[in-house]
């Protein structure tokens, strides 16, 4: 863990830091998005954005190989 930064004491997101520009891919394994606010420093993993995702198609599609038979 690093220090504390700039969101540790943030409770609210301005519509700025939570609406996103743009979305570039990067590599074949995930995306960065740009966000209003000018940040564009996350790149996300498309099998982590799965993982979060609840829907049917997502879940099947993050289950581990041996266990989707
Ligand atoms: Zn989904």
């Given at each position: 863990?690093?220090?504390?930064?700039?969101?540790?004491?943030?409770?609210?997101?301005?519509?700025?830091?939570?609406?996103?520009?743009?979305?570039?891919?990067?590599?074949?394994?995930?995306?960065?998005?740009?966000?209003?606010?000018?940040?564009?420093?996350?790149?996300?993993?498309?099998?982590?954005?799965?993982?979060?995702?609840?829907?049917?198609?997502?879940a099947a599609a993050?289950?581990?190989?041996?266990?989707?038979?």
């Amino acid at each position: 863990m690093g220090r504390p930064g700039k969101m540790a004491d943030t409770t609210e997101l301005t519509p700025e830091q939570v609406n996103m520009s743009q979305v570039e891919a990067v590599g074949l394994f995930g995306i960065r998005p740009y966000w209003q606010d000018g940040h564009n420093t996350g790149i996300f993993g498309l099998r982590y954005l799965r993982s979060l995702c609840s829907c049917e198609e997502c879940a099947a599609a993050s289950l581990p190989h041996t266990a989707r038979t």
